[in-house]
């Protein structure tokens, strides 16, 4: 996995989808530090020791953050009123980041689904 990857995606996006997806690029990065970047399935994903623990695209009209499970926005399901969900994506505006802290809600659930404490 390589950062410059995801730099590339995050290059080819018009404003505001670019800088809304660095800012939780570097939310994510913050929660987790030491997790590896690169594309996954043609989109930025975040690895923590070899397993998915994040991810986000950009699309026409929104932008998805995906937790790579099928499991983890039902477990947040109060957590994510307001937004649309799918079974493995939760859809935000264009011009509007997700929360830190609802991200990190996000990754622990997908942290602890895979076995994974927080260093």
Avoid: N
Wanted: proline share 6%; aromatic share 6%.
């Amino acid at each position: 996995m390589s950062s410059s990857e995801v730099d590339a995606y995050l290059a080819k996006l018009e404003e505001p989808k670019r800088s809304t997806l660095e800012q939780v690029r570097r939310t994510i990065l913050a929660i987790v530090p030491e997790a590896e970047q690169g594309l996954s399935y043609g989109v930025p994903a975040f690895q923590l020791r070899g397993k998915v623990v994040a991810g986000f695209a950009a699309y026409q009209h929104h932008l998805s953050y995906l937790p790579h499970s099928g499991a983890v926005l039902s477990q947040l399901a109060g957590d994510v009123v307001g937004y649309e969900t799918s079974k493995g994506a939760l859809k935000f505006p264009i011009d509007a980041p997700l929360p830190a802290e609802l991200v990190r809600k996000l990754i622990e659930a997908r942290m602890e689904e895979l076995g994974l404490s927080a260093s």
